[in-house]
T-cell receptor, first 115, second 110 residues
Framework: GAVVSQHPSWVICKSGTSVKIECRSLDFQATTMFWYRQFPKQSLMLMATSNEGSKATYEQGVEKDKFLINHASLTLSTLTVTSAHPEDSSFYIC???????????FGSGTQLSVL | QKEVEQNSGPLSVPEGAIASLNCTYSDRGSQSFFWYRQYSGKSPELIMFIYSNGDKEDGRFTAQLNKASQYVSLLIRDSQPSDSATYLCAVNKIFNKFYFGSGTKLNVKP
């Protein structure tokens, strides 16, 4: 299967600071990347869809000014949580598709804890 | 109505038995269907995908799709304790969006 690398694996930050999470497709070009968040014992919630070179499409209820997504190249997408608050604490997972039909491959996830 | 629904479980089966996991989806226009396994604190990993009605087998895993009933299932034969995880059903709709069920927790008892 394809390899999707996500960094950092975990991050602890103070309330009000910004956190950037990187997602890279290592052995394929990802035309589309997705960002999900997952609260404990709940399912994955799609936050946004990003296509290389264009603006991300956000799901209803997701603040685009708070969760900044950049997909500058075919192998890299970033999610920046701006002015993070404790309620933003969650498991954030990126995924990518491209070159392998419709299959979706996931990064290892980032556990964000905002104090 | 949720896009994808699964029984949250837990589903407990003895080692060596067949585990049967079920999923229903709401949109008849859904195009492809996936099963992912997620261990606690880890991200999901793809197990099976299926596009057409019927069965698809891969090793100990069999995915079954019935589009008329909007129903997808995953059978795990000869269940092992290492199969204990949460299994997520995912549906790919138009515009490439993937929607996930809430997952079924499977416990395989030695």
């Amino acid at each position: 299967g394809a390899v999707v690398s996500q960094h950092p694996s975990w991050v602890i930050c103070k309330s009000g600071t910004s956190v950037k999470i990187e997602c890279r497709s290592l052995d394929f070009q990802a035309t589309t990347m997705f960002w999900y968040r997952q609260f404990p014992k709940q399912s994955l919630m799609l936050m946004a869809t990003s296509n290389e070179g264009s603006k991300a499409t956000y799901e209803q209820g997701v603040e685009k000014d708070k969760f900044l997504i950049n997909h500058a190249s075919l192998t890299l997408s970033t999610l920046t949580v701006t002015s993070a608050h404790p309620e933003d604490s969650s498991f954030y997972i990126c995924s990518a598709r491209g070159g392998f039909g419709e299959k979706l491959f996931f990064g290892s996830g980032t556990q964000l804890s905002v104090l | 109505q949720k896009e994808v629904e699964q029984n949250s479980g837990p589903l407990s089966v003895p080692e060596g038995a067949i585990a049967s996991l079920n999923c229903t989806y709401s949109d008849r226009g859904s195009q492809s269907f996936f099963w992912y396994r997620q261990y606690s604190g880890k991200s999901p990993e793809l197990i099976m995908f299926i596009y057409s009605n019927g069965d698809k087998e891969d090793g100990r895993f069999t995915a079954q799709l019935n589009k008329a009933s909007q129903y997808v299932s995953l059978l795990i034969r000869d269940s092992q304790p290492s199969d204990s995880a949460t299994y997520l059903c995912a549906v790919n709709k138009i515009f490439n969006k993937f929607y996930f069920g809430s997952g079924t927790k499977l416990n395989v008892k030695p």
